[in-house]
């Protein structure tokens, strides 16, 4: 039976792999900024993070033990701002579920144990960035609900 759960070290090979995947999204996507293959982090990075309350990776482990997916969220609040108001939100830092369970709801699944997580301790809202190369990952957030908070733009020199 699948089940999400928070990550463990033993699954830093699978989430190498799948960070792999993410980059090359980028990477072909928009190969002027992101180098490939690479991965956003080291295993001994995915240690830290693994280990931090204030950045929960949840995995979406198959019935075969492996990782078929996996959300990295980083809680924010602005306390004590001059311009920004306190609330408490979960930012989606990566999402990404292995391209061969892609249509088996696993990222719906994961989107959702995210929502779920965030609600239960107490945030206001969720965000994330996507990138506009990123077709299919903006189709999948758009019929989540999600709308535009802010757009981030550029010029080519």
């Given amino acids: 039976m699948a089940v999400i759960r928070r990550a463990e070290n033993r699954d830093i090979p699978d989430v190498m792999r799948l960070l792999l995947q993410v980059n090359m999204v980028h990477h072909n996507g928009r190969p002027d900024l992101f180098r490939g293959p ?3 982090y080291t295993p001994e990075e995915l240690q830290e993070i693994f280990a931090d309350d204030r950045r929960p990776v949840f995995v979406y482990e198959g019935e075969d033990g492996g990782v078929l997916g ?3 969220c980083i809680l924010q609040q602005h306390v004590g701002s001059q311009l920004m108001t306190d609330i408490k939100t979960l930012y989606i830092d990566d999402l990404c579920v292995e391209e061969a369970a892609r249509g088996r709801r696993v990222g ?3 989107y959702e144990h995210v929502l779920d997580y965030a609600r239960a301790i107490g945030c206001y809202n969720v965000t994330l960035n996507v990138w506009t190369l990123n077709q299919s990952a903006l ?6 609900g999600l709308k535009p ?3 981030g733009m550029e010029k080519i020199l």
């Fill in 139 to 144: 189709r999948f957030y758009e019929k989540r």
């Fill in 149 to 151: 908070q802010k757009i």
């Fill in 70 to 72: 996996y959300a990295f």
């Fill in 38 to 40: 690479a991965t956003k």
């Fill in 108 to 110: 719906t699944a994961l």
